[in-house]
């Protein structure tokens, strides 16, 4: 149970566009292709072997922030053996970050008033080798989150083999598990990893439509708990790691 609660609340904080304060476009082109995008339509499935579970997100809408601040409206599943679960959450792209962040400001402002909509800088965008950002602006020093950008040449998952990968290593107060997000120029997200308290965990994209580019087969999930046939047919993809 805590290893299903923790994933599902590590995701909801991850997954979980804009330069101008009240659209969500880019900033002017780079040469660095972007590795994330954000369109209404974007759609990706993934699967985690240890925890036994699937878990997915869409873009659905937009929506303005409190401040006017035009967001994309993700919505988030997650169906495992033991439950179904489902989350809305709130995200955009400024200043070359991915972000999330909350509709409306926190019900005290003087908890943090340099980041009142608890705003948390997920990835680069343009990302460089090296680079280390501090996530949560204005959170007290014990809860401080920072993260450091790593480039891979490959990332290799049980069905794909991914090249030019960004790992975004996640230093939270909670040393006793590391996180790392991986993202690729075009599809965006494609894995993430928690190593710590006695397991290592790997949680892989099966399906993405971004944009015109489509990977995988689309699951079309109800709104019931895994069944057993969807666990026994998932397991015989053990053999690819």
Known sequence: MYKYLF???F???TLISCTEISEPKFEPKQEQKPYITLQIGDTRQYYSFDDKM????KIIDTIRRKDDLLVYVFENYFYTAIGTYYAISYVF?????????????????KINTINPFNEMKIISVYPKDGEIFLANE????NKKEYRKITLLETLNTPIKTYYNV????????DTSVKMYLYYVQTYGHV???MV?????SQVYATYFKVGNYEFGDYIPFDEKALNNKMLKESDKLRAFF
């Open 138 to 141: 204005g959170a007290p020093e």
């Open 191 to 193: 894995a993430t990893r």
């Open 7 to 9: 994933l599902i609340t």
């Open 166 to 173: 960004e790992e975004c290593e996640i230093f939270s107060p």
């Open 54 to 57: 699937f878990f997915g997100n």
């Open 93 to 109: 792209i400024r200043d070359g970050y991915f972000w999330t962040t909350e509709l409306d400001t926190v019900r005290d402002p």
């Open 196 to 200: 710590g308290n006695g397991y290592d």
């Open 11 to 13: 995701i909801l904080t």
